[in-house]
């Protein structure tokens, strides 16, 4: 029985892998930037970006960071109400508790002409 309890939790482990790496696959032609958060260790890392700009969003390598330096450029306050709600920290953890592992929002995003260069 323990035997097949590894088998069965390694399988899951697997499909987990799996499909996280389709997700990121699918998700790197669609978005500005994606970024790896752990909010338990307020850890943010792995940016992928189609601009190097985006990467400034990462510097200094936290999740609290990360979240402060988008929310302002998210130009209404009903967007940043409602991104607010989804990517706080107890959100965050209460939804991963109860097996979510992805979290998106499509917004717009202010850039200013000064980040690029």
Known sequence: MAQQWILTHEKILEDTFNNQISYKSIMEHNVMGSFQLNRTQKLCSEGQRVFPFILKLQEDGTTNGFFSRVYPNIPTLEQRQEYASIFNRKNMLDS???GKTHFTYQHKY??????HK
């Open 110 to 115: 202010e850039v200013s002409l000064i980040a």
């Open 96 to 98: 991963f508790a109860a």
